[in-house]
């Protein structure tokens, strides 16, 4: 794949070669490795190395062998599965067990990753991807660059003991933490906020889990099945608190000690976790001057509104549905891939669904549930 460093211009890149050389500026050797027999093959670019960036990538090397694949990814790891970084909170597994395509992987199928590079903005004529001081031309790239933790507004929520759960890295955090404290809050009655909680109590914390909703899991469960797994949940030892707003932080020191309730109760802890759902990550794609609602707007090719460029997984709304989940990512991920190398392919939604494990009980949810809670 093509790499220019500044001050080179990304005009003066010849189709024929993986980066022109100007001013001494060559192709990176892991570039040069990695062009596929041919060495002209199209250009892809990937930003991000999460499930639906990877599963693109194998759907265009499996038709097109010749293709030069880039991947950008912000992250420090590659591609591992967030499904289980509870798991790493618990202290149950470490962080090289999570990986699930390491380094050789993309070595092997020809595919250079770039970690801890962040995509600011896609330019076209010609197509190009800035990061940093570096451009890189391509002829397709995709937007892969999932979702974000949501941040209610609630005063004190950057204080230092006051966490989210996306990436390795949060995890590994709120397990450092975890090891000296006590007792936990929990924002967010929805299935990462009971996996977290769940995660903590294994550890021997005090959990409470406050929901705004006036049941648990209320994206997922109807009341009955919620009120199932609120007696589950208090058998193992959470507290739970219904039908409330959290506030603010009340702050000592730099750090939180208390969340005030829009009830006027307080409950101190000295770790805090707002688990509060998710925003897409749109921020490279409003760079860009490509179409955005919710999520980055896909049509049924999963392309965007700017030619050439494609967007799958938690960052995209796709027939106004943003779906936060895994195995829509994993398939809109391959239906773009697909279409990025020029196959003619609709992708026509996913059904929600989701299993957890709860304590032995094995609950599964699919469908929609009705504002109602039926
Ligand atoms: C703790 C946890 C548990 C979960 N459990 C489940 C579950 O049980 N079932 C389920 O279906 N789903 C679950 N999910 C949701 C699921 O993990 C996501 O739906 C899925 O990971 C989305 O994949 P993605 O590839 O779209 O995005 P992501 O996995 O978020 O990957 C996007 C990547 O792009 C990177 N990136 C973002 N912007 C840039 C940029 N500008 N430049 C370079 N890189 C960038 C990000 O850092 C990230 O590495 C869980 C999520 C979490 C956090």
């Not at 639906?52 to 038709?63: F, H, N, P, T, W």
């Not at 395509?101 to 770039?114: H, N, S, T, V, Y």
């Not at 609120?230 to 959290?246: A, Q």
């Amino acid at each position: 794949m093509g790499q220019v460093v500044a001050p080179c211009h990304v005009q003066r890149f010849c189709r024929r070669h993986a980066a022109c050389v100007r001013g001494g500026h060559g192709m990176s050797d892991r570039s040069a490795a990695n062009r596929r027999p041919g060495g002209d093959g199209m250009k892809y670019l990937i930003i991000g190395a999460g499930v639906a960036g990877v599963s693109a990538c194998q759907a265009i090397r499996e038709k097109d062998a010749g293709a030069e694949l880039l991947v950008l990814t912000e992250e420090q790891f590659p591609f591992y599965t967030r499904l289980r970084l509870p798991d790493l909170v618990a202290g149950r597994i470490e962080p090289a067990k999570l990986v699930l395509k390491d380094a050789g992987w993309f070595d092997r199928l020809g595919i250079e990753l770039r970690l801890n590079t962040r995509a600011e903005a896609i330019r076209p004529d010609p197509l190009r991807v800035i990061a940093g001081s570096e451009e890189f031309a391509a002829e397709k790239v995709l937007i892969a660059t999932g979702a974000d933790s949501f941040l209610p507004p609630v005063e004190g929520s950057d204080l230092g003991n006051v966490f989210t759960l996306r990436r390795m890295n949060d995890a590994l955090a709120i397990r450092a933490r975890a090891a000296e404290a006590s007792r936990c809050v929990i924002v967010g009655g929805g299935v990462l906020g009971f996996e977290i909680g769940e995660a903590l109590r294994s550890r021997g914390l005090e959990v409470t889990v406050v929901e705004i909703a006036e049941r648990l899991l209320p994206r997922q469960t109807d009341a009955g099945a919620a009120g199932v797994i609120r007696s589950l949940m208090e058998r193992r030892g959470f507290e739970v608190v219904l039908g409330v707003k959290p506030v603010r932080f009340i702050q000592s020191g730099g750090e939180a000690e208390a969340i005030a309730l829009s009830d006027g109760r307080s409950i101190a802890a000295d770790l805090f976790i707002i688990s509060a759902g998710v925003k897409p990550r749109v921020d490279v794609a409003t760079a860009s001057g490509i179409k955005t609602r919710r999520g980055i707007v896909v049509d049924d090719s999963l392309q965007t509104s700017l030619g050439g460029v494609f967007a799958a997984g938690d960052c995209t709304e796709h027939k106004g549905i943003l779906y936060g989940i895994w195995r829509a990512s994993e398939e809109q991920g391959r239906f773009a891939g697909l279409a990025m190398t020029g196959e003619r392919i609709a992708y026509s939604g996913t059904v929600r669904s989701y299993r957890l494990n709860l304590l032995g009980t094995t609950l599964l949810t699919a469908g929609m549930i009705e504002p109602s809670g039926n």
